[in-house]
Structure formats: structure tokens, C-alpha cells
């Protein structure tokens, strides 16, 4: 038994890659957010999917624009609203362009996210 409990602490980082092989980064990133574990932070590492800016960002717990999409997702999770365009069709976005609407009424929080990198972020406070 206790061969069992070693081997499976020698096997856990392949366990978790393992574990996580089938979910995609912006959904890592997300149960990042909501779980900060130190497997699953090690996980996004190997897979390169967090930048030097997206880690610093984190640390000190404030977002900021040049973080990556991924970076957005561990930082506030899954949006309450993504957006393609807006509905007014004040702007339309570019073809590589998605804006993540974060918050209810009273207090929110718009970002625009171009080619994977955050370029714009707007707030609301009502």
C-alpha cells in the first residue's frame, strides 16, 4: 500500500496534466480564478498560457491593458457578457476584436481584448 501512495505522488504532476489534457487555456485560466491551486497554476506554466505581465498582474491583484485574454479569465473569471459587436452598432469591432462584460447593474466593468491582448479597459460605477 504505501508503494502505491509513493508512486502516485512521483505520477501526480502527469496525473494533473493528465486531468486537464482535454480543457482548453481560457478555461483554465478561469478555474484559476475561482481556485488559485498551485497544480493547476503549474499547468498553465507548462503551457506557456499566462505571460511575465499576466503573472505580475495577479500578484498585485490589479488588472491592467497588455495582460493576455488568459491572464483576463484568471484575474476575474468568466465574464457575465461577451460581446461582438455592440448592439446600438456604435462600433463595430474588428475581426479580431471580443469585449467581456464583467458586473451587473450598478458597478461594471468593460473589457476589449484584441488578437489575445487586452487593449481597453472601461468601468461604470452607477
Same mark, same amino acid.
Given at each position: ?5 509513493? &508512486?502516485? =505522488? #512521483? $505520477?501526480?504532476?502527469?496525473? #494533473?496534466?493528465?486531468?486537464? &489534457?482535454?480543457?482548453? =487555456? @481560457? ?5 484559476? /480564478?475561482? $481556485?488559485?491551486?498551485?497544480? @493547476? ?6 503551457? /506557456?498560457? @499566462? &505571460? ?10 490589479? #488588472? ?15 465574464? %457575465?457578457?461577451? @460581446?461582438? %459587436?455592440?448592439? %446600438? ?7 479580431? *476584436? ?8 450598478? $458597478? *461594471? ?13 472601461? $468601468? &461604470? #460605477?452607477?
Amino acid at each position: 500500500m504505501l508503494f502505491v501512495l509513493k &508512486s502516485a =505522488n #512521483i $505520477s501526480s504532476a502527469a496525473t #494533473i496534466q493528465h486531468r486537464y &489534457s482535454e480543457v482548453d =487555456n @481560457l478555461t483554465l485560466c478561469a478555474a484559476y /480564478h475561482y $481556485s488559485p491551486d498551485a497544480a @493547476l497554476l503549474a499547468e498553465l506554466e507548462r503551457r /506557456h498560457a @499566462l &505571460s511575465g505581465v499576466d503573472e505580475t498582474t495577479l500578484k498585485e491583484g490589479r #488588472i491592467r491593458t497588455g495582460i493576455t485574454e488568459c491572464g483576463l479569465f484568471a484575474y476575474y473569471g468568466f465574464p %457575465d457578457k461577451v @460581446l461582438l %459587436d455592440y448592439e %446600438d452598432k456604435s462600433y463595430q469591432f474588428g475581426p479580431h *476584436q471580443v469585449a467581456y462584460l464583467y458586473g451587473a447593474s450598478g $458597478s *461594471q466593468i468593460f473589457v476589449l481584448v484584441d488578437a489575445g491582448i487586452v487593449r481597453d479597459i472601461y $468601468s &461604470s #460605477i452607477e
